[in-house]
């Protein structure tokens, strides 16, 4: 366990009354330092609506970084997508300590803000076998609904030997203090489950990166994104040494496969994977519905169900009536992320340990809904979440409809005669909404931009205020809050 300092300052706040009313329980969500190239150091931001305070713990301090980039096992600790960052965390003590899982990392974070003391959780402090090594840990997690003092937890095992994957699940005390492991699976899959939540008597999961693909020429059914994109590149780097005279092999692949000149005979098909595989009828494919699955823990019995679009990820519950609507993503990611269409929000019942799929929402102009929430407002259930970049939809669950919508500052999409090439290839990062929360009572919406902090009045459809996050020092001024950008695409109640 790697343990580093942090610091802690406070900021006061001047959020409304009726808001501060409505929000019981603080809100944790992330920054990150402009020069922290390992997007590693996390800085934890809380908004405590009854203080009207905003506590910001970082961890990008001198004294940590050269701890990070002398350790043995430094290549850890680098984060290596840009839209990667912390996604869940779970309180142990009330204004002392919690976890953060992060997506896709071998890693996640205890931390003791009271005592500035961050703990680091790598595959090390668990039982693993001598040529076990952890790939990733679940990035969302959730405590034991049956008794809160546990949660559950899965990671992604990769034997060096054999280069065999196994998930390994586990039911662990908040403070780390027991771990159990529950049940272990083969796996073929690049991460640990998105998401492991134990509904009932069964652990819920979703696999979120990992898009099954079926090339419509062949008929041929891909795994994994990461295949698809070895069968086309593979395919065309034969064509290329056919036009240049070359005897292809598997080695001179691997090697040459990034060559300069490849990537120009590459370039010469299409600007892009998306291009090429569309401009080239013997690469075009189809995405394959993505699917959710529960473990039951009685049996350890394994069931998946099928999602409308191919990467399902965040479930979220109808606290009255135990539906369940799981966010099923329309994209994949080839490279980079590309979008083929609308998302969609299921709605599924569970019923005697069975899942069926009710209904689904979707809309012509709603891409990725990244984060969805359930709640109630005047005796109805509702859904609200954020399409592609800023459009803010309402949706009534009685019948999966959209209520209405609203785009957050600026219309970027009203104009456009096809979102998902618009959406693709427009740089759109500066006006990206995913983070959303509703209060307890839900007559506000909480969402964040890359420099507010925004409530949304569900009964008025209006902006009620908004609060910059970045602005001010800690009060030595060593730590200036300009200096640091938003890192959060989920945010979470402390309780």
Not at 391 to 412: A, G, H, K, P, Q
Request: with cysteine; aromatic share 16%; hydrophobic share 35%.
């Amino acid at each position: 366990m790697l343990e580093l300092q942090t610091k802690t300052f406070i900021v006061s706040t001047d959020i409304l009354p009726e808001i501060c009313a409505a929000f019981k329980k603080p809100i944790v969500f992330y920054l990150k330092h402009k020069n922290d190239r390992r997007a590693f150091f996390t800085t934890f931001v809380i908004l405590d609506f009854q203080k009207k305070e905003l506590t910001y713990v970082t961890s990008y301090l001198p004294e940590n970084i050269p701890l990070i980039e002398r350790h043995p096992q430094s290549e850890l600790f680098q984060i290596k997508l840009s839209n990667t960052n912390p996604h869940c965390t779970l309180q142990i003590e009330k204004d002392k300590s919690f976890l953060t899982f992060v997506e896709t990392t071998p890693y996640f974070f205890k931390l003791n803000y009271q005592k500035n003391l961050m703990q680091v959780y790598t595959g090390d402090d668990f039982d693993l076998k001598p040529d076990e090594i952890v790939a990733s840990f679940s990035p969302t997690v959730y405590k034991d609904e049956d008794d809160p003092a546990y949660f559950y937890f899965s990671s992604l095992v990769v034997s060096e030997e054999t280069k065999n994957k196994n998930l390994y699940f586990y039911r662990a005390l908040l403070d780390l203090s027991k771990i159990e492991k529950i049940h272990t699976q083969p796996a073929e899959v690049r991460d640990s489950p998105h998401v492991i939540r134990k509904i009932g008597a069964s652990l819920f999961g979703s696999d979120f990166l990992t898009s099954r693909c079926k090339n419509l020429q062949t008929g041929e059914i891909f795994e994994t994104n990461r295949s698809y994109m070895l069968y086309v590149y593979k395919a065309l780097y034969k064509k290329y040494c056919e036009k240049n005279g070359i005897t292809y092999s598997e080695q001179d692949f691997q090697a040459n496969n990034r060559s300069a000149s490849f990537n120009s005979f590459c370039f010469s098909k299409g600007k892009d994977f998306l291009e090429i595989c569309k401009r080239n009828s013997e690469f075009s494919f189809s995405p394959l519905p993505g699917s959710i699955f529960t473990l039951n823990l009685k049996t350890n019995v394994r069931k998946d169900v099928a999602t409308t679009f191919c990467a399902p990820a965040h479930f979220e519950i109808d606290n009255k009536t135990g539906d369940i609507y799981v966010s099923s993503h329309n994209f994949s990611n080839f490279g980079k992320i590309y979008f083929f269409g609308p998302a969609a929000i299921d709605h599924f019942q569970l019923k005697n340990g069975e899942l069926t799929k009710l209904s689904t929402f979707s809309h012509p102009d709603g891409y990725r809904f990244t984060s969805h929430k359930v709640f109630s407002w005047e005796g109805r259930t509702y859904l609200c979440t954020f399409g592609q970049p800023n459009r803010l939809f309402f949706i009534d669950t009685e019948n999966m409809r959209v209520l209405f919508y609203e785009d957050i500052e600026e219309d970027l999409l009203s104009q456009q005669t096809d979102i998902a090439n618009f959406i693709n290839y427009t740089p759109l990062e500066a006006f990206v909404i995913k983070t959303i929360e509703v209060s307890d009572d839900g007559q506000f919406i909480f969402f964040m931009s890359y420099d507010y902090i925004y409530f949304y009045s569900f009964p008025e459809r209006k902006i009620v205020q908004k609060i910059r996050y970045t602005e001010g020092t800690s009060p030595d001024g060593e730590i200036v809050l300009a200096d640091f950008n938003k890192q959060t695409t989920h945010v979470n109640y402390l309780f």
